[in-house]
């Protein structure tokens, strides 16, 4: 199984909906991030967590929300999506080491 | 503050010729210094990760970074392609010691050809 799961994998919505992506890991890692790739962009951090009580802000946090529910769970709200939040976001977890474990990735599409 | 340069952001190569993808960085600091692979459809991998000890480092599947200071470099090589290799590329770098700021690279594509 995936130490790194996000959910859904595929979204299309419409502008003005709340979507809401989810994060989960079982590595047992204190800090998790969100970040967003679009092309020829690389990716960028969108909001990051060192544990339960800990969020805070990324280069491009405007227009997304997140709620670290557990250790093991980092949720990435848009709360009215719009057509350049489409992107492919990544979830990410790291422990006491230097890495970053990724996950799959969740493609959205915003009409 | 930080940054990252992918020379190329496409690069072609034949099965068993060499690679050779390029990265310069700036940094205010010492940073620490990754290689990323995306293949298609799939999450981030760590290919490699420089962290101050030696300057040639070696990663998984045969590819290899050096850390040039003077150069501001640290490109990836690979003595010999094979197509499994055709993925996305990613240099990144970090400040010392926690690699919780990481600031990537547009990404190299890499594509291997028979």
């Known amino acids: 199984d995936a130490d790194v799961t996000q959910t859904p994998r595929n979204r299309i919505t419409k502008t003005g909906k709340r979507i809401m992506l989810e994060c989960s890991q079982t590595k047992g890692h204190d800090r998790m991030y969100w970040y967003r790739q679009d092309p020829g962009l690389g990716l960028r951090l969108i909001y990051y967590?060192?544990?339960?009580?800990?969020?805070n802000k990324g280069e491009i946090s405007d227009g997304y929300s997140v709620s670290r529910q557990a250790q093991a769970k980092f949720s990435l709200s848009l709360e009215s999506a719009i057509p350049n939040q489409t992107a492919l976001y990544f979830c990410?977890?790291?422990?006491?080491?230097?890495?970053?474990?990724f996950g799959p990735g969740t493609r959205l599409t915003v009409l | 503050a930080q940054s990252v340069t992918q020379l190329d952001s496409h690069v072609s190569v034949s099965e068993g010729t060499p690679v050779l993808l390029r990265c310069n960085y700036s940094s205010s600091y010492s940073p620490s210094l990754f290689w990323y692979v995306q293949h298609p459809n799939k999450g981030l991998q760590l290919l490699l990760k420089?962290?101050?000890?030696?300057?040639l480092v070696k990663g998984i599947n045969g590819f290899e970074a050096e850390f040039k200071k003077s150069e501001t470099s640290f490109h990836l090589t690979k003595p010999s392609a094979h197509m499994s290799d055709a993925a996305e590329y990613f240099c990144?770098?970090?400040?010392?010691?926690?690699?919780?700021?990481?600031?990537f690279g547009t990404g190299t594509r890499l594509q291997v050809t028979l």
């Open positions: 967590s060192f544990d339960v009580k800990d969020i």
């Open positions: 990144v770098v970090s400040p010392p010691g926690t690699a919780s700021k990481l600031t």
């Open positions: 990410a977890t790291q422990g006491s080491t230097d890495t970053q474990y």
């Open positions: 420089y962290t101050s000890a030696a300057t």
